[in-house]
């Protein structure tokens, strides 16, 4: 029982530090909002719901996390399908795009246009 307890904590220890946990790839998905601040508001909207629709995602999609049993999140596996981890790296670039496109406003009338003196 021992020895299996043993070769138990060491196949998870191996698992964990491959690059293939689940955590670690989940982390992976987060995106700075920094660089798409210089794509022009129309293009980033429609690459926005460009990717949405071929993923089949809203627009407002966030990353999602999955929480696995309490310490060994480093160590599990990441058994996602390959869909699945395409499409949760989806959702992590429309939040980064989201969330650019919120900072600048995007979509809403300029704000010097609305306070010019009229003509």
């Known amino acids: ?36 601040d210089s794509v022009p508001c129309d293009q980033l909207l429609a ?11 809203p627009t407002t999609a966030k990353p999602t996390f999955y929480n696995p049993a309490m310490g060994f999140g480093p160590f599990t596996p990441d ?8 499409s949760d790296k989806a959702s992590g670039e429309i939040d980064a795009m989201n969330r650019s496109v919120e900072r600048r406003d995007c979509g809403k009338p300029d704000k010097q246009k609305k306070f010019a003196l009229p003509s």
């Open 79 to 86: 058994m996602r399908s390959k869909a699945k981890r395409d």
């Open 1 to 36: 029982m021992r020895w299996n307890m043993m070769i138990l904590a060491s196949c998870l220890a191996t698992a964990g530090c491959v690059g293939n946990s689940m955590s670690e790839r989940q982390d992976a998905n987060i995106e700075s909002s920094l660089q798409y």
């Open 47 to 57: 690459r926005r719901n460009g990717l949405a629709q071929q993923y089949n995602l």
